[in-house]
């Protein structure tokens, strides 16, 4: 499938991220009242990919995915102005998670879909040699039952 024929099925790329987030920002985020994941640095390239939600303890499994649409990297006054409502996230808590930084990354989500069977921490690392990665990791082509996990 090339670039354009992606865009089409509504994502740009084939890759799959799976992204650490904590319990309670992952399950606003499922829940489609979270559209805006913030993140001090990411990849430039993940919009268009799919990311697959592992929702930290005391959840630990991956519970969901996302599709990211878009990716903007701003400077931090501009990035609060523009996302920190749809970022769910308090004013202090924002500042002190760029407490420092003069940038920071907002990743514009949609398509969240919650998983009926979560994927725990014991299944990532049995049958995918996966441990929860501290902020994010790409899957890999031996990943392919995890990415496909509950896919239509």
Known sequence: MNRSEARDTGRASDRTLLVSIHNHYARLILAGKKSVELRRRFDASAAGSRMLIYATQPTAAVIGHVDIEKMDVLPVD???????????????????????????????????????????????REEYGLNAPQSYL??????????????D
């Open 138 to 151: 790409v899957l890999k082509e031996a990943h392919r039952d995890l990415i496909e996990h509950e896919q």
């Open 78 to 124: 501009e990035l609060w102005q523009q996302h920190g409502a749809s970022a769910v996230i308090s004013a202090e808590d924002f500042k002190l998670y760029y407490d420092g930084a003069d940038t920071g990354c907002a990743l514009l989500l949609s398509n969240p879909t919650t998983y009926q069977s979560p994927v725990p921490l014991k299944n990532l």
